[in-house]
């Protein structure tokens, strides 16, 4: 017998990013939104 043995229930919640914005000074880029978490890649170097 094939078929499914179980159910599933999933309960997502999808939070939008109100501001992805950056701010360059010099040689520094700033992310402009304070409640959100980053990391930083540098392409050239892995």
């Known amino acids: ?11 997502l919640t999808i939070n939008s990013v109100s501001d992805v914005t950056t701010s360059t000074i010099g040689t520094t880029i700033n992310s402009n ?3 959100a978490t980053y990391q930083w ?3 050239d170097n892995s």
């Open 41 to 43: 890649l540098d392409c």
């Open 1 to 11: 017998m094939t078929g499914c043995d179980s159910l599933v229930t999933l309960n």
């Open 33 to 35: 939104n304070s409640a």
